[in-house]
């Protein structure tokens, strides 16, 4: 486990949040929100010094014939939104992720700001991917 994930941990221990920890580098945190039911965060510690990266795979699926509207929507959406990117996987899922660079002093609440903001997001942009799938 890297320094920067313990840290993690025990910030958001301290803030009663609960994980969990599919592999040594991974952190899981998942919410409940307006919009979706569950939004989960993974968070990959991948030992790379002091860098996390936050992904998400909630928002749903696009298949090919569904393609080109999945992707006016995420263009919609990072314009909209600078803090997180999102995308569409080689699977057809729409993948939001964010990268942050940590500091020992802050790095718990830095992952935790993160994450919030980050369900804030999606939660906020998911309408947007539902209508563009659905329309």
Avoid: H
Wanted: hydrophobic share 40%.
């Amino acid at each position: 486990m890297t320094r920067y994930k313990a840290l993690a941990k025990a910030y958001l221990d301290q803030k009663g949040v609960k994980y969990s920890e599919p592999k040594d580098t991974l952190l899981a945190v998942t919410y409940k929100a307006d919009n979706m039911s569950e939004i989960t965060i993974i968070i990959d510690f991948q030992n790379e010094g002091n860098r996390a990266q936050f992904v998400c795979f909630s928002i749903g699926n696009f298949d090919k014939n569904q393609f080109a509207k999945g992707l006016v929507a995420c263009n919609a959406c990072n314009t909209k939104y600078r803090w997180v990117k999102y995308y569409i996987g080689d699977d057809g899922r729409v993948v939001v992720q964010a990268d942050a660079i940590l500091d020992e002093a802050n790095a718990g609440e830095e992952v935790f700001e993160l994450i919030q903001r980050m369900v804030a997001i999606i939660d906020e942009s998911y309408p947007i991917f539902m209508k563009a799938r659905w329309a």
